[in-house]
């Protein structure tokens, strides 16, 4: 069974920086496309980046377009988010997703899910 497993939220200034991991493992597949969502209370969950399995490609949403980059260590199965110049609006509990069947932009396509770690950006 795939597992998906992500650390690296926190408290962080305005203007800040923090770098989320996320680790992707299964019994079929060492490396798959993978994604970030996040998800603020009383919001849906959204879209923020994704990276092709073989790292050459990388998709942003437009409101973290220059300021969040994707990336991946496939010797690892690892992606990473680094996120810079952090603004409130980022607060959210920020998902890693793996093995998209679809859209990488839905949440719905894709199949395996990490168990989230917040991300508090404060004024």
């Known amino acids: 069974q795939v597992q998906v497993v992500e650390s690296g939220g926190g408290l962080v200034q305005e203007g800040g920086s923090l770098r989320l991991s996320c680790a992707a493992s299964?019994?079929?597949?060492?490396?798959?496309?993978m994604g970030w969502f996040r998800q603020a209370p009383g919001k849906e969950r959204d879209f923020v980046a994704a990276i092709s399995q073989n790292g050459r490609s990388t998709y942003y949403a437009d409101s973290v377009k220059g300021r969040f980059t994707i990336s991946r260590d496939n010797a690892k199965n690892t992606v990473y988010l680094q996120l810079n110049r952090l603004k409130p609006e980022d607060t959210a509990v920020y998902y890693c997703a793996a093995d998209p069947d679809g859209n990488y932009r839905y949440p719905e396509d894709w199949n395996y899910w990490g168990q989230g770690t917040q991300v508090t950006v404060s004024s």
């Open positions: 299964g019994r079929t597949v060492e490396s798959y496309p």
